[in-house]
Protein backbone atom coordinates (compact mmCIF):
# COMPACT_ATOMS: atom_id res chain seq x y z
CA UNK A 1 0.00 0.00 0.00
CA UNK A 2 1.45 3.49 -0.65
CA UNK A 3 0.97 6.27 1.32
CA UNK A 4 -2.28 8.17 -0.86
CA UNK A 5 -4.04 5.44 -0.33
CA UNK A 6 -2.82 5.03 3.43
CA UNK A 7 -3.88 8.24 4.08
CA UNK A 8 -6.99 7.99 2.09
CA UNK A 9 -7.97 4.96 4.12
CA UNK A 10 -6.95 6.71 7.41
CA UNK A 11 -8.28 10.03 7.01
CA UNK A 12 -10.60 10.44 9.72
CA UNK A 13 -7.73 9.95 12.05
CA UNK A 14 -6.34 13.00 10.53
CA UNK A 15 -9.02 15.08 10.16
CA UNK A 16 -9.79 16.12 13.50
CA UNK A 17 -5.84 16.35 14.47
CA UNK A 18 -5.02 20.61 14.60
CA UNK A 19 -1.15 21.72 14.51
CA UNK A 20 0.49 22.21 17.84
CA UNK A 21 1.18 25.56 18.85
CA UNK A 22 4.70 24.80 19.24
CA UNK A 23 4.83 23.13 15.40
CA UNK A 24 2.71 25.97 14.37
CA UNK A 25 5.40 28.56 15.20
CA UNK A 26 8.01 26.69 13.80
CA UNK A 27 6.06 26.26 10.36
CA UNK A 28 5.23 29.55 10.24
CA UNK A 29 8.87 30.46 10.59
CA UNK A 30 9.76 27.93 7.87
CA UNK A 31 7.23 29.35 5.46
CA UNK A 32 8.45 32.92 5.90
CA UNK A 33 11.81 31.90 5.19
CA UNK A 34 11.18 30.11 2.32
CA UNK A 35 8.48 32.56 0.60
CA UNK A 36 9.55 35.97 2.01
CA UNK A 37 13.15 35.68 2.17
CA UNK A 38 15.89 38.76 1.77
CA UNK A 39 16.76 37.43 -1.70
CA UNK A 40 13.71 36.68 -2.99
CA UNK A 41 12.50 40.79 -1.44
CA UNK A 42 15.59 42.29 -3.43
CA UNK A 43 14.75 40.14 -6.68
CA UNK A 44 10.94 41.12 -6.73
CA UNK A 45 11.95 44.55 -5.80
CA UNK A 46 14.09 44.58 -8.92
CA UNK A 47 11.90 43.00 -11.26
CA UNK A 48 9.48 46.02 -10.17
CA UNK A 49 11.92 48.63 -10.77
CA UNK A 50 13.02 47.32 -14.20
CA UNK A 51 9.37 47.29 -15.45
CA UNK A 52 8.73 50.57 -13.95
CA UNK A 53 11.84 51.93 -15.51
CA UNK A 54 10.85 50.00 -18.96
CA UNK A 55 7.37 52.38 -18.88
CA UNK A 56 9.62 55.32 -17.77
CA UNK A 57 11.90 55.08 -21.11
CA UNK A 58 9.49 53.98 -23.13
CA UNK A 59 7.57 57.38 -21.99
CA UNK A 60 10.95 59.82 -22.35
CA UNK A 61 11.51 58.20 -25.40
CA UNK A 62 7.67 59.00 -27.25
CA UNK A 63 8.42 62.56 -25.31
CA UNK A 64 11.33 63.40 -26.70
CA UNK A 65 10.16 61.76 -30.01
CA UNK A 66 7.30 63.74 -29.97
CA UNK A 67 9.09 67.05 -29.33
CA UNK A 68 12.16 66.75 -31.49
CA UNK A 69 9.54 65.88 -34.15
CA UNK A 70 7.88 68.93 -33.61
CA UNK A 71 10.96 71.10 -33.25
CA UNK A 72 11.59 70.07 -36.28
CA UNK A 73 8.20 70.60 -37.99
CA UNK A 74 8.42 74.03 -36.29
CA UNK A 75 12.16 74.77 -38.09
CA UNK A 76 10.88 74.06 -40.96
CA UNK A 77 7.43 75.89 -41.19
CA UNK A 78 9.69 78.42 -40.28
CA UNK A 79 12.00 78.23 -43.09
CA UNK A 80 9.00 77.37 -45.67
CA UNK A 81 7.09 81.27 -44.08
CA UNK A 82 10.97 82.89 -44.59
CA UNK A 83 11.14 81.56 -47.86
CA UNK A 84 8.33 83.67 -49.11
CA UNK A 85 8.58 86.61 -47.07
CA UNK A 86 8.66 89.76 -48.89
CA UNK A 87 12.20 91.09 -48.18
CA UNK A 88 15.13 89.82 -50.61
CA UNK A 89 17.46 89.39 -47.75
CA UNK A 90 15.08 87.43 -45.59
CA UNK A 91 14.64 84.63 -48.38
CA UNK A 92 18.18 84.78 -48.93
CA UNK A 93 19.00 84.49 -45.54
CA UNK A 94 16.07 81.21 -45.35
CA UNK A 95 18.21 79.60 -48.39
CA UNK A 96 21.41 79.46 -46.71
CA UNK A 97 20.09 78.28 -43.46
CA UNK A 98 18.26 75.75 -45.46
CA UNK A 99 22.01 74.70 -46.97
CA UNK A 100 23.23 74.61 -43.15
CA UNK A 101 20.42 72.72 -41.24
CA UNK A 102 19.18 70.47 -43.99
CA UNK A 103 21.51 67.43 -45.82
CA UNK A 104 18.30 65.45 -46.32
CA UNK A 105 15.78 66.08 -48.89
CA UNK A 106 12.45 67.39 -47.34
CA UNK A 107 9.28 68.14 -49.55
CA UNK A 108 7.95 71.17 -48.52
CA UNK A 109 11.16 72.50 -48.28
CA UNK A 110 12.13 71.79 -52.16
CA UNK A 111 8.66 72.70 -52.96
CA UNK A 112 9.72 76.55 -51.41
CA UNK A 113 13.09 76.50 -53.54
CA UNK A 114 11.41 75.26 -56.66
CA UNK A 115 9.09 78.46 -56.35
CA UNK A 116 11.96 80.65 -55.43
CA UNK A 117 13.95 79.13 -59.49
CA UNK A 118 10.83 79.82 -61.11
CA UNK A 119 9.21 83.34 -59.39
CA UNK A 120 11.44 85.19 -57.49
CA UNK A 121 12.16 89.05 -58.27
CA UNK A 122 16.06 88.84 -56.95
CA UNK A 123 19.04 87.71 -59.31
CA UNK A 124 20.91 86.66 -56.00
CA UNK A 125 17.96 84.28 -54.55
CA UNK A 126 17.70 82.66 -57.39
CA UNK A 127 20.95 81.75 -57.87
CA UNK A 128 21.53 80.69 -54.13
CA UNK A 129 18.32 78.07 -54.86
CA UNK A 130 19.96 76.72 -57.89
CA UNK A 131 23.29 75.82 -55.54
CA UNK A 132 20.46 74.81 -52.90
CA UNK A 133 18.75 72.41 -55.09
CA UNK A 134 22.25 71.31 -56.98
CA UNK A 135 23.36 68.76 -54.31
CA UNK A 136 20.01 67.42 -54.54
CA UNK A 137 21.34 65.41 -57.69
CA UNK A 138 20.00 62.33 -57.51
CA UNK A 139 15.96 63.84 -57.07
CA UNK A 140 14.04 63.24 -60.27
CA UNK A 141 11.91 66.08 -59.46
CA UNK A 142 15.09 68.49 -58.88
CA UNK A 143 16.04 67.64 -61.86
CA UNK A 144 13.07 68.45 -64.25
CA UNK A 145 12.49 71.93 -62.10
CA UNK A 146 16.04 73.16 -63.14
CA UNK A 147 15.69 72.00 -66.74
CA UNK A 148 12.14 74.00 -66.69
CA UNK A 149 13.70 77.08 -64.97
CA UNK A 150 16.34 77.07 -67.86
CA UNK A 151 13.55 76.66 -70.51
CA UNK A 152 11.32 80.34 -69.41
CA UNK A 153 14.57 82.31 -67.50
CA UNK A 154 15.70 85.77 -69.09
CA UNK A 155 17.88 86.93 -66.86
CA UNK A 156 21.53 86.44 -68.40
CA UNK A 157 23.10 85.48 -64.27
CA UNK A 158 20.32 83.44 -64.03
CA UNK A 159 20.65 81.52 -67.31
CA UNK A 160 24.37 81.17 -66.59
CA UNK A 161 24.11 79.35 -63.33
CA UNK A 162 21.37 77.09 -64.82
CA UNK A 163 23.41 76.27 -67.44
CA UNK A 164 26.57 75.80 -65.23
CA UNK A 165 24.08 73.50 -62.87
CA UNK A 166 22.48 70.98 -65.33
CA UNK A 167 26.01 71.02 -66.74
CA UNK A 168 27.64 69.66 -63.54
CA UNK A 169 24.27 67.45 -63.26
CA UNK A 170 25.13 66.07 -66.33
CA UNK A 171 21.64 66.54 -67.64
CA UNK A 172 21.34 65.30 -71.30
CA UNK A 173 17.69 66.47 -71.64
CA UNK A 174 19.11 69.78 -70.85
CA UNK A 175 20.67 69.96 -74.67
CA UNK A 176 17.18 71.04 -76.38
CA UNK A 177 17.20 74.09 -74.51
CA UNK A 178 20.56 74.86 -74.28
CA UNK A 179 20.81 74.58 -78.22
CA UNK A 180 17.61 77.29 -78.32
CA UNK A 181 19.47 79.50 -76.13
CA UNK A 182 22.34 79.10 -78.75
CA UNK A 183 20.05 79.76 -81.52
CA UNK A 184 18.23 82.69 -80.04
CA UNK A 185 19.69 86.24 -81.28
CA UNK A 186 18.70 87.85 -78.18
CA UNK A 187 20.96 85.22 -75.92
CA UNK A 188 23.97 87.82 -74.70
CA UNK A 189 27.55 86.08 -76.19
CA UNK A 190 28.43 85.38 -72.53
CA UNK A 191 24.93 82.89 -72.11
CA UNK A 192 25.82 81.44 -76.05
CA UNK A 193 29.29 80.88 -74.77
CA UNK A 194 28.36 79.17 -71.50
CA UNK A 195 25.81 77.04 -73.48
CA UNK A 196 28.19 76.18 -76.04
CA UNK A 197 30.69 74.63 -73.17
CA UNK A 198 27.78 72.96 -71.42
CA UNK A 199 26.59 71.08 -74.72
CA UNK A 200 30.29 70.35 -75.97
CA UNK A 201 30.49 68.91 -72.08
CA UNK A 202 27.15 67.04 -72.46
CA UNK A 203 28.37 65.09 -75.58
CA UNK A 204 31.75 64.12 -73.86
CA UNK B 1 18.11 108.57 -90.78
CA UNK B 2 19.78 110.60 -87.78
CA UNK B 3 17.12 113.35 -86.19
CA UNK B 4 18.81 115.75 -82.72
CA UNK B 5 16.39 117.94 -81.16
CA UNK B 6 18.56 119.79 -78.68
CA UNK B 7 17.32 121.65 -75.87
CA UNK B 8 19.42 124.00 -73.15
CA UNK B 9 18.85 122.95 -69.80
CA UNK B 10 20.25 124.61 -66.75
CA UNK B 11 21.06 123.41 -63.53
CA UNK B 12 18.30 121.33 -61.63
CA UNK B 13 17.38 119.94 -58.00
CA UNK B 14 14.58 118.10 -56.89
CA UNK B 15 13.48 117.33 -53.70
CA UNK B 16 10.56 114.37 -53.26
CA UNK B 17 9.33 114.06 -49.80
CA UNK B 18 9.63 110.11 -48.57
CA UNK B 19 11.18 108.54 -46.29
CA UNK B 20 9.68 104.96 -45.83
CA UNK B 21 9.30 102.02 -48.13
CA UNK B 22 10.90 101.60 -51.10
CA UNK B 23 13.16 103.24 -53.34
CA UNK B 24 13.23 101.73 -57.18
CA UNK B 25 15.85 103.11 -59.23
CA UNK B 26 15.61 102.00 -62.73
CA UNK B 27 18.18 103.64 -64.86
CA UNK B 28 21.31 103.25 -67.13
CA UNK B 29 22.27 106.76 -66.01
CA UNK B 30 25.01 107.36 -64.16
CA UNK B 31 24.42 107.70 -60.27
CA UNK B 32 26.04 108.58 -57.15
CA UNK B 33 23.66 107.65 -54.01
CA UNK B 34 24.72 108.70 -50.63
CA UNK B 35 22.21 107.97 -47.49
CA UNK B 36 21.75 110.68 -44.79
CA UNK B 37 19.40 110.79 -41.85
CA UNK B 38 16.84 112.69 -43.53
CA UNK B 39 13.01 112.49 -44.93
CA UNK B 40 13.40 113.35 -48.68
CA UNK B 41 15.06 112.10 -51.56
CA UNK B 42 16.95 114.82 -52.99
CA UNK B 43 18.02 114.47 -56.54
CA UNK B 44 20.47 116.63 -58.39
CA UNK B 45 21.37 116.55 -61.82
CA UNK B 46 25.47 117.10 -62.31
CA UNK B 47 26.63 119.28 -65.10
CA UNK B 48 30.01 118.89 -66.29
CA UNK B 49 32.18 119.16 -69.54
CA UNK B 50 31.84 115.71 -71.68
CA UNK B 51 32.95 114.50 -74.54
CA UNK B 52 31.30 112.27 -76.76
CA UNK B 53 32.47 109.95 -79.97
CA UNK B 54 29.23 108.35 -80.64
CA UNK B 55 28.81 107.92 -84.24
CA UNK B 56 31.83 108.64 -86.65
CA UNK B 57 29.95 111.27 -88.51
CA UNK B 58 29.05 112.78 -85.18
CA UNK B 59 32.26 114.43 -83.14
CA UNK B 60 31.22 117.08 -80.72
CA UNK B 61 31.84 118.47 -77.52
CA UNK B 62 28.67 118.98 -75.33
CA UNK B 63 27.47 120.08 -71.68
CA UNK B 64 25.55 117.35 -69.47
CA UNK B 65 22.28 118.95 -69.09
CA UNK B 66 21.50 119.34 -72.51
CA UNK B 67 19.99 117.01 -74.83
CA UNK B 68 20.02 115.01 -78.40
CA UNK B 69 17.72 112.77 -79.07
CA UNK B 70 18.48 109.95 -81.86
CA UNK B 71 16.28 108.08 -83.68
CA UNK B 72 17.53 104.43 -84.21
CA UNK B 73 16.61 101.58 -86.18
CA UNK B 74 13.37 100.46 -84.77
CA UNK B 75 14.80 96.84 -84.26
CA UNK B 76 16.00 98.12 -80.82
CA UNK B 77 15.01 101.74 -79.37
CA UNK B 78 15.18 105.13 -79.18
CA UNK B 79 18.03 106.95 -77.59
CA UNK B 80 18.31 109.77 -76.06
CA UNK B 81 21.84 111.63 -75.29
CA UNK B 82 22.72 114.54 -73.56
CA UNK B 83 24.70 116.66 -75.71
CA UNK B 84 25.96 119.61 -78.06
CA UNK B 85 27.38 122.68 -76.68
CA UNK B 86 25.61 124.81 -74.21
CA UNK B 87 26.08 128.09 -75.96
CA UNK B 88 23.57 126.87 -78.87
CA UNK B 89 20.92 126.89 -76.41
CA UNK B 90 21.70 129.94 -74.54
CA UNK B 91 18.56 132.70 -74.96
CA UNK B 92 16.12 129.70 -76.70
CA UNK B 93 13.27 127.86 -75.06
CA UNK B 94 12.70 124.13 -75.27
CA UNK B 95 9.91 123.16 -78.22
CA UNK B 96 8.61 120.32 -79.43
CA UNK B 97 7.84 116.61 -77.55
CA UNK B 98 9.05 116.64 -74.13
CA UNK B 99 9.98 114.42 -71.25
CA UNK B 100 7.75 113.27 -69.14
CA UNK B 101 8.37 115.31 -66.35
CA UNK B 102 9.76 118.44 -68.09
CA UNK B 103 9.14 120.40 -65.04
CA UNK B 104 11.84 119.63 -63.37
CA UNK B 105 14.34 119.53 -66.38
CA UNK B 106 15.87 116.22 -64.99
CA UNK B 107 15.27 113.67 -67.97
CA UNK B 108 13.86 111.06 -65.41
CA UNK B 109 10.51 109.80 -64.87
CA UNK B 110 9.29 110.31 -61.13
CA UNK B 111 6.88 108.33 -59.69
CA UNK B 112 5.35 107.63 -56.25
CA UNK B 113 2.55 105.49 -55.00
CA UNK B 114 1.58 103.74 -51.98
CA UNK B 115 4.68 102.76 -50.41
CA UNK B 116 7.19 102.94 -53.56
CA UNK B 117 9.37 105.73 -54.95
CA UNK B 118 10.20 105.09 -58.79
CA UNK B 119 12.85 106.75 -60.34
CA UNK B 120 13.29 105.92 -64.41
CA UNK B 121 14.18 107.28 -67.59
CA UNK B 122 12.29 109.79 -68.96
CA UNK B 123 9.83 108.31 -71.95
CA UNK B 124 9.11 110.19 -74.91
CA UNK B 125 5.69 110.12 -77.09
CA UNK B 126 7.15 108.19 -80.10
CA UNK B 127 3.33 108.84 -81.62
CA UNK B 128 1.14 105.90 -82.65
CA UNK B 129 0.82 105.39 -79.44
CA UNK B 130 4.39 104.52 -78.70
CA UNK B 131 6.64 105.33 -76.01
CA UNK B 132 9.74 104.71 -75.88
CA UNK B 133 11.99 105.08 -73.01
CA UNK B 134 15.10 107.78 -73.03
CA UNK B 135 18.05 106.20 -71.95
CA UNK B 136 20.51 108.39 -70.47
CA UNK B 137 24.03 106.79 -70.66
CA UNK B 138 25.73 109.30 -70.05
CA UNK B 139 23.64 111.61 -67.71
CA UNK B 140 25.03 111.64 -64.31
CA UNK B 141 23.05 112.19 -60.73
CA UNK B 142 23.32 112.50 -57.27
CA UNK B 143 20.91 111.50 -55.02
CA UNK B 144 21.00 111.79 -51.47
CA UNK B 145 18.24 108.75 -50.00
CA UNK B 146 16.94 108.43 -46.25
CA UNK B 147 18.63 105.54 -44.49
CA UNK B 148 15.25 104.65 -44.04
CA UNK B 149 14.58 104.08 -47.13
CA UNK B 150 15.10 100.00 -49.15
CA UNK B 151 16.88 100.64 -51.94
CA UNK B 152 16.44 98.42 -55.27
CA UNK B 153 18.36 99.36 -58.37
CA UNK B 154 18.90 98.36 -61.71
CA UNK B 155 20.96 99.73 -63.46
CA UNK B 156 19.06 99.38 -66.60
CA UNK B 157 15.04 98.52 -66.57
CA UNK B 158 13.37 97.15 -64.06
CA UNK B 159 10.83 95.39 -65.78
CA UNK B 160 12.29 92.79 -68.78
CA UNK B 161 11.67 93.43 -71.72
CA UNK B 162 11.97 91.34 -74.37
CA UNK B 163 15.04 92.92 -75.70
CA UNK B 164 18.75 92.58 -74.10
CA UNK B 165 19.73 96.59 -73.44
CA UNK B 166 22.98 96.41 -71.65
CA UNK B 167 25.31 99.35 -71.32
CA UNK B 168 28.79 99.31 -71.03
CA UNK B 169 30.97 101.30 -68.84
CA UNK B 170 34.36 102.09 -67.14
CA UNK B 171 32.74 104.33 -64.30
CA UNK B 172 31.23 102.67 -61.09
CA UNK B 173 27.59 102.73 -59.96
CA UNK B 174 28.71 103.95 -56.53
CA UNK B 175 26.53 103.98 -53.33
CA UNK B 176 28.16 105.25 -49.83
CA UNK B 177 27.30 105.51 -46.13
CA UNK B 178 23.29 104.08 -46.73
CA UNK B 179 22.01 101.93 -43.68
CA UNK B 180 18.76 100.41 -45.03
CA UNK B 181 18.57 97.03 -47.31
CA UNK B 182 20.13 96.96 -50.71
CA UNK B 183 19.46 95.12 -53.66
CA UNK B 184 21.87 96.24 -57.12
CA UNK B 185 21.22 94.49 -60.38
CA UNK B 186 23.66 95.69 -62.66
CA UNK B 187 24.94 94.89 -66.29
CA UNK B 188 28.60 95.18 -67.74
CA UNK B 189 28.55 97.87 -65.31
CA UNK B 190 30.82 97.84 -61.58
CA UNK B 191 29.42 98.27 -58.35
CA UNK B 192 31.00 100.64 -55.90
CA UNK B 193 29.87 100.64 -52.04
CA UNK B 194 31.26 102.56 -49.49
CA UNK B 195 30.74 101.96 -45.89
CA UNK B 196 26.62 100.49 -46.57
CA UNK B 197 25.82 98.57 -43.27
CA UNK B 198 23.26 96.47 -45.77
CA UNK B 199 21.45 93.83 -45.56
CA UNK B 200 23.69 94.31 -49.60
CA UNK B 201 22.26 91.72 -52.38
CA UNK B 202 24.54 93.02 -55.56
CA UNK B 203 24.86 91.25 -58.55
CA UNK B 204 26.46 92.52 -62.26
CA UNK B 205 27.00 90.28 -65.13
CA UNK B 206 30.76 91.35 -66.70
CA UNK B 207 31.31 93.96 -64.01
CA UNK B 208 33.39 94.25 -60.99
CA UNK B 209 31.86 94.63 -57.38
CA UNK B 210 34.59 96.84 -54.95
CA UNK B 211 33.25 97.00 -51.27
CA UNK B 212 34.73 99.57 -48.36
CA UNK B 213 34.13 99.00 -44.92
CA UNK B 214 36.18 102.19 -43.53
CA UNK B 215 34.17 103.78 -40.63
CA UNK B 216 31.74 100.49 -39.90
CA UNK B 217 32.17 96.65 -39.81
CA UNK B 218 29.95 94.30 -41.68
CA UNK B 219 27.30 93.19 -39.70
CA UNK B 220 24.24 92.14 -41.78
CA UNK B 221 24.63 89.63 -44.30
CA UNK B 222 26.28 90.49 -47.68
CA UNK B 223 25.73 88.29 -51.41
CA UNK B 224 27.66 89.57 -53.98
CA UNK B 225 27.83 87.92 -57.49
CA UNK B 226 29.98 88.75 -60.46
CA UNK B 227 29.75 86.71 -63.28
CA UNK B 228 33.01 87.54 -64.91
CA UNK B 229 34.70 90.61 -62.38
CA UNK B 230 36.52 90.84 -59.48
CA UNK B 231 35.03 91.40 -56.09
CA UNK B 232 37.62 93.41 -54.00
CA UNK B 233 37.02 93.97 -50.39
CA UNK B 234 38.95 96.35 -47.64
CA UNK B 235 37.31 95.42 -44.29
CA UNK B 236 38.82 96.10 -40.64
CA UNK B 237 40.24 92.77 -39.39
CA UNK B 238 38.34 93.11 -36.68
CA UNK B 239 35.55 92.25 -38.43
CA UNK B 240 33.63 88.89 -37.31
CA UNK B 241 32.57 87.32 -40.85
CA UNK B 242 31.54 83.74 -42.05
CA UNK B 243 32.79 84.05 -46.00
CA UNK B 244 31.30 81.57 -48.52
CA UNK B 245 33.87 82.57 -51.32
CA UNK B 246 33.40 81.20 -54.89
CA UNK B 247 35.93 82.20 -58.18
CA UNK B 248 39.01 82.14 -60.20
CA UNK B 249 41.87 82.85 -57.42
CA UNK B 250 41.03 83.73 -53.55
CA UNK B 251 43.56 86.01 -52.29
CA UNK B 252 43.73 88.01 -49.09
CA UNK B 253 46.09 89.37 -45.97
CA UNK B 254 43.52 88.64 -43.38
CA UNK B 255 44.06 85.44 -40.86
CA UNK B 256 41.08 83.77 -41.51
CA UNK B 257 40.48 80.13 -40.09
CA UNK B 258 40.23 77.94 -43.79
CA UNK B 259 36.64 75.78 -43.00
CA UNK B 260 37.14 74.38 -46.61
CA UNK B 261 39.01 74.41 -49.83
CA UNK B 262 37.21 72.57 -52.73
CA UNK B 263 39.16 72.86 -56.01
CA UNK B 264 36.58 72.88 -58.51
CA UNK B 265 36.37 72.36 -62.51
CA UNK B 266 36.24 76.12 -63.34
CA UNK B 267 36.84 77.68 -59.79
CA UNK B 268 38.02 77.65 -56.34
CA UNK B 269 35.45 77.56 -53.66
CA UNK B 270 36.33 78.07 -49.68
CA UNK B 271 34.51 78.79 -46.36
CA UNK B 272 36.54 80.99 -44.50
CA UNK B 273 36.04 81.96 -40.53
CA UNK B 274 37.31 85.55 -39.06
CA UNK B 275 36.70 85.61 -35.71
CA UNK B 276 34.38 83.33 -35.36
CA UNK B 277 32.38 83.81 -38.44
CA UNK B 278 29.10 85.21 -36.63
CA UNK B 279 28.07 87.47 -39.98
CA UNK B 280 27.43 86.09 -43.83
CA UNK B 281 29.12 86.82 -46.69
CA UNK B 282 28.54 85.11 -49.77
CA UNK B 283 30.82 86.01 -53.11
CA UNK B 284 30.64 84.63 -56.29
CA UNK B 285 33.03 86.13 -58.73
CA UNK B 286 32.65 83.36 -61.11
CA UNK B 287 35.60 83.23 -63.54
CA UNK B 288 36.95 86.59 -62.11
CA UNK B 289 39.26 86.76 -58.81
CA UNK B 290 38.05 87.67 -54.90
CA UNK B 291 40.65 89.93 -53.69
CA UNK B 292 39.89 90.32 -49.33
CA UNK B 293 42.55 93.14 -48.03
CA UNK B 294 42.67 94.37 -43.96
CA UNK B 295 42.03 98.23 -44.16
Redesign the interface.
Known amino acids: MNLKDYLQKNKAAFDDKKMPPSARHVFEQQLKEKLHSQSNRKATQRKYLAIAASFGLLISLGYFYSNSFSEENKSRDLLVNAMSNETASTRLQAVYDFEEQYKKEDDRLLEALFVLIHDDGNNNVKIAAIDALVKFDNNEQVRIELIAALEKEREPLVQIKLIQSLSLLREQRASEPLQRIIDDELSLPAVKGNASLAITKLKT | MLLCIITCINAQEKKVAFNKGVLKICTSSKINIKGYDGNEVIIKKLNYKYKINYNPNFKFDYNIGDTIRHSLPDSISRYLYNSTEKKLGEGLTPIGQKVSDQSDNLGLTIEQKSGELIIRDGTVNGGANKQYSLINGNNRYELLIPNSL?LQWNTSECE?S???V?FVSSNSWELSNFKG?V?I?S?YGSISLIDVS??V??????GNIEVVFDKIVPE??Y?L?S??GHIAIRLPENSNLNIHASGNEILSNLDFEIATDKIL??AREMNLKLNGGKV?M?L?A?FGNIYLRKN
Open positions: KKKINYEETSGPLANTIGNLSINDDTKNDG
